[in-house]
């Protein structure tokens, strides 16, 4: 599957982050955030504090996928989703 245009930009944003624990662990938060997982949940799956899977959270929230409050747009989800999986190199 190939990426749309904005979904190439947010793995550009993605990119332009510190690495942290990596892509994978990056795709486990968003898909598991965007599920509802607990972010305790999440922090025991890739074995870090919780404030960590918080704050990498927000890190990943720009405008492109933003309303202006700041709070991520349905579309922003899809986009968000596809291109976490695109940098972990996970199949759609």
């Not at 749309?4 to 598991?32: K, N, R, T, W, Y």
């Not at 972010?39 to 890739?46: L, N």
């Not at 704050?55 to 986009?79: K, N």
Request: charged share 20%; aromatic share 4%; with cysteine.
């Amino acid at each position: 599957m190939s990426l749309s245009q904005i979904q190439i930009i947010v793995v550009g944003h993605l990119d332009s982050l510190d690495p942290g624990l990596g892509p994978a662990a990056d795709l486990i938060i968003v898909e598991e955030l965007c599920r509802g997982t607990p972010v305790a949940e999440i922090s025991k799956r890739i074995k870090c504090h919780g404030s960590y899977v918080v704050e990498r959270w927000h890190l990943f929230m720009f405008p492109a996928i933003t309303t202006d409050r700041g709070a991520l747009t349905i579309d922003g989800r899809r986009d968000l989703i596809a291109a976490a999986r695109a940098r972990a190199g996970v199949a759609a």
